[in-house]
């Protein structure tokens, strides 16, 4: 169940939603001026459009009824898109994180950025849009194609998300707390309840390289420099442990705990609380996202309240990054109930609380990781009902896949590995003697 606060609303059907050209509005196209060159709803045909005295003239047409000449296409000039920040200038990139067209004096404000020619992103938007909207797309409407593009709301077609298990690795573990895959040959895994910290080489089966059994893993990621960052239960200290599996102090915490970690291109992202116990939330509770720089020196912000001083979350136990940089975490709101939040601005954007189908009384939605896809979707394993809740940016349920028909059973951790597939490690249960396994599975569609 997602919503834009405070409403709550799931939407199951997939859809994508083009902006009308002359209201704004996320009303149906029905109609394109072929004289005006604009797409527009039913209303703003008959009240807006009809109220132009030439438009008795104009040629207007069902926009199912326009017929492209794809070979138009190659004649489009993409050299001369004019920026709008500098309208004497001509835009040279696509920012993939910001979504909009750039020029050479843009540069400086998108440092650090994934950039992409503009040709590239064209054609790529243009397929998208005519796959998912329309096949008849004006390929020379640049506004549909690059400036309205970031206005969409992107769902992806369910029939077309296909998860598939290519190998199936078992552990020395009751359970995967935390897996991280440092490179296309190795993993590190983690279980608190063994004290266990590991780095396994992959091959038909998992090969311990090293073994810490002493070390209560909260949380870790792999930091920019190829080290791994960790957290520790109950230590206010941020660790580094560097290939010669040396552990270094980053950063001092104190007197807060550090749980959550997400590493970016620039910052390393980290959720605290205070110690004591986690709940119930009492006035002196601290619960903060901080940004750090990428030493972990220097603190670059921190995250705590909105505008009204309200408090913007409970416990950040798991979080992650959409493709335009905003953090999206699983936030724990007591003991046993949790959402998904993401943060923008120093607000909640949107909150989705599971999915109404398979999360009842009985058994609560109870996120224990969440993921990214190469697309910008966000995965959430939801451990209890074995399966995968996968989400659009704007937090609307694309598809709940049930990892039960794969035989995948109590999925608590969640990774992408470089070549993008997806990694994700279970637990068992309780009165298994079964060690925990992890599962390679193929992804495509979203």
């Known amino acids: 169940?997602?919503?834009?606060?405070?409403?709550?609303?799931?939407?199951?059907?997939?859809?994508v939603i083009v902006t009308c050209q002359l209201c704004q509005r996320s009303s149906p196209l029905k109609w394109k001026c072929i004289d005006c060159d604009i797409l527009m709803c039913d209303n703003c045909k008959t009240n807006v459009h009809a109220r132009v005295k030439t438009s008795t003239r104009h040629k207007i047409v069902d926009i199912k009824d326009?017929?492209?000449?794809?070979?138009?296409?190659?004649?489009?000039?993409?050299?001369?898109?004019l920026c709008k920040t500098h309208p004497t200038q001509s835009c040279c990139v696509y920012c993939v994180q910001c979504k909009e067209l750039i020029c050479p004096k843009c540069l400086k404000t998108h440092k650090g950025h994934d950039v992409e020619e503009i040709e590239t992103q064209y054609n790529e938007n243009l397929e998208y849009l005519r796959e998912n909207v329309s096949g008849n797309i004006d390929p020379y409407d640049l506004t549909a194609i690059f400036g309205s593009f970031d206005k969409l709301s992107i769902n992806y077609n369910p029939e077309k998300i296909n998860l598939k298990k290519i190998n199936t690795y078992?552990?020395?573990?009751?359970?995967?707390?935390?897996l991280v895959t440092s490179s296309v040959n190795s993993i590190w895994i983690s279980c608190y309840q063994a004290t266990s910290l590991q780095e396994m080489q992959i091959a038909q089966k998992l090969?311990?390289?090293?073994?810490?059994?002493?070390?209560?893993?909260y949380d870790m990621t792999i930091s920019k420099t190829g080290d791994l960052l960790l957290t520790l239960a109950a230590d206010s200290h941020l660790y580094r442990l560097d290939k010669t599996g040396k552990m270094n102090i980053v950063h001092d915490f104190s007197p807060l705990l550090p749980k959550a970690l997400h590493v970016n291109s620039d910052n390393i992202i980290v959720?605290?609380?205070?110690?004591?116990?986690?709940?119930?939330?009492?006035?002196?509770?601290r619960r903060q996202i901080v940004v750090l720089g990428q030493t972990g020196k220097k603190k670059v912000s921190v995250i705590e309240y909105d505008k009204q001083n309200t408090r913007l979350f409970s416990l950040i136990c798991r979080m992650t990054m959409d493709k335009t940089g905003n953090i999206v975490a699983v936030d724990f709101s007591s003991k046993d109930i949790a959402r998904i939040v993401k943060v923008v601005n120093n607000s909640i954007e949107w909150i989705y609380e599971g999915n109404q189908d398979i999360n009842t009384d009985a058994i609560p939605f109870n996120p224990s990781d969440l993921t990214v896809t190469k697309l910008g979707n966000i995965i959430v394993a939801d451990q209890d009902t074995h399966s995968l809740h996968i989400l659009s940016e704007e937090g609307v349920l694309i598809k709940c896949c049930m990892m039960e028909d794969n035989n995948i059973l109590l999925p608590i951790c969640l990774d992408f590995d470089s070549n993008w597939n997806l990694w994700i490690g279970c637990s068992t249960n309780k009165n298994s003697e079964d060690n925990a396994k992890i599962h390679k599975l193929e992804i495509s569609g979203c």
């Not at 169940?1 to 859809?15: G, N, V, Y």
């Not at 326009?66 to 898109?81: C, G, H, P, T």
Request: net charge positive.
């Open 207 to 217: 090969k311990a390289i090293r073994a810490f059994n002493d070390k209560t893993i």
């Open 1 to 15: 169940m997602a919503s834009r606060l405070p409403s709550a609303s799931t939407r199951k059907k997939a859809q």
């Open 66 to 81: 326009i017929e492209f000449n794809k070979s138009k296409e190659s004649s489009v000039d993409l050299d001369n898109i």
């Open 170 to 178: 078992e552990t020395n573990l009751p359970f995967v707390h935390k």
């Open 271 to 285: 959720s605290t609380r205070e110690k004591g116990d986690a709940f119930p939330l009492a006035e002196h509770s």
